[in-house]
């Protein structure tokens, strides 16, 4: 249900402020405490601008507006809507579904126009103490800075699916499901070369630039998209982190079969459950089926 700027569903509790539209609390029956860290300043999802390269001259959103979209009792989804520099506005949609544990977010940006150098972030201040930041990366997860070779780029880092922040007793998983780009701490793509990460619990999503001279375009005007899904939990299982980042990014599909078709039958059942599959076709010969298993444990 959503009361006001708060919107729950029993298991999550997510709060906005009216003032520029960021989640300044998040409530989660399975962590202690809110999960934003408040000292900063600012909350969950916030929409970072940066006109030129500068990030001291990072401009936010303006005052939001609440509308509610669905009021329970399946799903709730609530719409707030503010002026942001560099476009016509932003909708940032939260969506809470009856008996699942996380956040659904999605920002919509109807950018203008621009030329000139920019950037454009969103922010997600996290706050579990002691947390340790672990990022997916193609076929291995790491932690941030400590497996991370001398020299290597910290300016940013290219996910493959979620970023977790967990302490020994719980955390809190953020997925990405379309912008890979991540900043950790603060806007730092354009900074002089990062040697060593500070620590921190602020994921940013690099959405989008024009400073670099290849493979994109100097404006990206119109309607844009922005994806991501917020699972707290209890004590970090990265083969349980893994199936949500899977989940999130692969939803099931739902197809019509006859009435007389009787039960399915799985093709396959694999356990345990840390192992996943990651691929399944049929052969060339149309004789087999080919199956890649994944152990994320």
Same mark, same amino acid.
């Given at each position: $249900?959503?009361?006001?700027?708060?919107?729950?569903? @029993?298991?999550?509790?997510?709060?906005?402020?009216?003032?520029n539209? *960021?989640?300044?609390?998040?409530?989660a029956?399975n962590?202690?405490g809110?999960?934003?860290n408040t000292?900063?300043?600012?909350?969950?999802?916030?929409?970072l601008y940066?006109?030129?390269?500068?990030?001291?001259? /990072?401009?936010r959103?303006?005052?939001?507006?609440?509308?509610?979209? !669905?009021?329970?009792?399946?799903? /709730?989804t609530?719409?707030?809507t503010?002026?942001? %520099?560099?476009?016509?506005?932003i909708? $940032?949609e939260?969506?809470?579904? &009856?008996?699942?544990p996380?956040?659904?977010?999605?920002?919509?940006? !109807?950018?203008?126009?621009q030329?000139?150098k920019e950037?454009?972030?969103f922010?997600?201040?996290?706050?579990?103490?002691e947390?340790?930041v672990?990022?997916?990366?193609?076929?291995?997860?790491?932690r941030?800075?400590? !497996?991370?070779?001398? /020299?290597?780029?910290?300016?940013?880092? *290219?996910v493959? $699916?979620?970023?977790d922040?967990?302490?020994?007793?719980?955390?809190?998983?953020w997925a *990405?499901?379309?912008?890979?780009?991540?900043?950790?701490?603060? %806007?730092?793509?354009?900074s002089?070369?990062?040697?060593?990460?500070?620590?921190?619990? *602020?994921?940013?999503?690099?959405?989008m630039?024009?400073?670099? =001279?290849?493979?994109?375009?100097?404006?990206?005007? @119109?309607?844009?998209?922005?994806?991501y899904?917020v699972?707290p =939990?209890?004590?970090?299982?990265q083969?349980?982190?893994?199936?949500?980042g899977?989940?999130?990014?692969? %939803?099931?599909?739902?197809?019509?079969v006859?009435?007389?078709?009787g &039960?399915?039958?799985?093709?396959?059942?694999?356990?345990?459950?840390?192992?996943?599959?990651? /691929?399944?076709k049929q052969?060339?010969d149309?004789?087999?089926?080919?199956v890649?298993?994944?152990?994320?444990?």
């Open positions: $249900r959503i009361d006001g700027p708060t919107i729950t569903n @029993g298991l999550l509790t997510a709060t906005v402020d009216t003032k539209g *960021t989640i300044v609390s998040l409530l029956k962590a202690p809110n999960l934003v000292g900063s300043g600012t909350g969950l999802n916030e929409y940066v006109p030129g390269t500068d990030p001291k001259g /990072a401009m959103a303006g005052r939001a507006t609440i509308a509610i979209v !669905d009021n329970g009792p399946l799903v /709730a609530m719409n707030v503010t002026g942001a %520099p560099s476009t016509k506005g909708t $940032r939260l969506r809470l579904v &009856d008996g699942l996380y956040l659904s977010i999605a920002n919509f940006i !109807d950018k203008n126009k030329r000139k950037g454009v972030h922010a997600y201040p996290f706050a579990v103490p947390g340790v672990r990022v997916d990366l193609a076929w291995s997860v790491i941030a800075e400590q !497996d991370q070779l001398p /020299a290597s780029c910290k300016n940013w880092i *290219t493959q $699916r979620w970023v922040i967990s302490n020994q007793r719980y955390g809190v998983t *990405t499901l379309d912008a890979p780009l991540v900043e950790l701490g603060s %806007p730092t793509a354009e002089p070369w990062i040697m060593h990460l500070e620590p921190t619990q *602020t994921i940013l999503s690099y959405v630039n024009n400073y670099w =001279h290849t493979n994109y375009r100097d404006s990206q005007e @119109g309607m844009h998209v922005f994806r899904a699972l =939990h209890g004590m970090f299982e083969s349980a982190v893994q199936r949500f899977v989940s999130a990014s692969q %939803p099931l599909v739902v197809i019509p006859k009435k007389d078709s &039960d399915r039958v799985a093709p396959i059942v694999v356990s345990p459950e840390s192992v996943l599959v990651s /691929a399944l052969s060339e149309g004789k087999a089926t080919i890649r298993l994944t152990n994320t444990s």
